[in-house]
Antibody, heavy 121, light 107 residues
Framework: QVQLQESGPGLVKPSETLSLTCTVSGGSVSSGSYYWSWIRQPPGRGLVWIGYIYYSGSTNYNPSLKSRVTISVDTSKNQFSLRLNSVTAADTAVYYC?????????????WGQGTLVTVSS | DIQMTQSPSSLSASVGDRVTITCRASQSISSYLNWYQHKPGKAPKLLIYAASSLQGGVPSRFSGSGSGTDFTLTISSLQPEDFATYFCQQSYSTFWAFGQGTKVEIK
């Protein structure tokens, strides 16, 4: 059974960098069959796609966040990570990591439970 | 960017009811539409992919239909474990977009 688990600080100060890691079990981030993605949901609002990474290291980011986002993959630890620079209160959200199929209709077939990150001083 | 509009935002229903949720895309997305169920504190779960294909292990009371811009998720007979939030997602463009969600509550 594939499982994804987010980890990282729940509180980040404004202007600092938000860093989260997603640990994958029951599957491999080195698989060419999947993209590894980050998605967030601000309080009371809808889901927003942040970006994804392929095992080769190629990435695709939401244009509205692209200047501040970096997604990386560590195949040795079977993890992938999110860094979001210069955060503000608007970045407060539940952050989800997810696995996306690269073939067919690209559904998100597995998600993490999500982790709340609050941006506040 | 493709926008996804989901309706209703919430609904109240009883066990055994037939429930229908709609999702509309701002432009044609063919059948690149997926449906998810989300319960508080849990990971969202894929129910339907490619507009009408049932994900493995998902009960057959869930079904999806539509193509182009208009899509529907139907629960044929609502069960107690189905009270949750449902949302759609388009995977037609690499800028994936989600519907705002429909919260299904107990009447």
């Amino acid at each position: 059974q594939v499982q994804l688990q987010e980890s990282g600080p729940g509180l980040v100060k404004p202007s600092e960098t938000l860093s989260l890691t997603c640990t994958v079990s029951g599957g491999s981030v080195s698989s060419g069959s999947y993209y590894w993605s980050w998605i967030r949901q601000p309080p009371g609002r809808g889901l927003v796609w942040i970006g994804y990474i392929y095992y080769s290291g190629s990435t695709n980011y939401n244009p509205s966040l692209k200047s501040r986002v970096t997604i990386s993959v560590d195949t040795s630890k079977n993890q992938f990570s999110l860094r979001l620079n210069s955060v503000t209160a608007a970045d407060t959200a539940v952050y989800y990591c997810a696995r996306v199929q690269t073939v067919g209709y690209s559904p998100i077939d597995y998600w993490g439970q999500g982790t709340l990150v609050t941006v506040s001083s | 960017d493709i926008q996804m509009t989901q309706s209703p935002s919430s609904l109240s229903a009883s066990v055994g009811d037939r429930v229908t949720i709609t999702c509309r895309a701002s432009q044609s997305i063919s059948s690149y539409l997926n449906w998810y169920q989300h319960k508080p504190g849990k990971a969202p779960k894929l129910l339907i992919y490619a507009a009408s294909s049932l994900q493995g292990g998902v009960p057959s009371r869930f079904s999806g239909s539509g193509s182009g811009t208009d899509f529907t998720l139907t629960i044929s007979s609502l069960q107690p474990e189905d009270f949750a939030t449902y949302f759609c997602q388009q995977s037609y463009s690499t800028f994936w977009a989600f519907g705002q969600g429909t919260k299904v509550e107990i009447k």
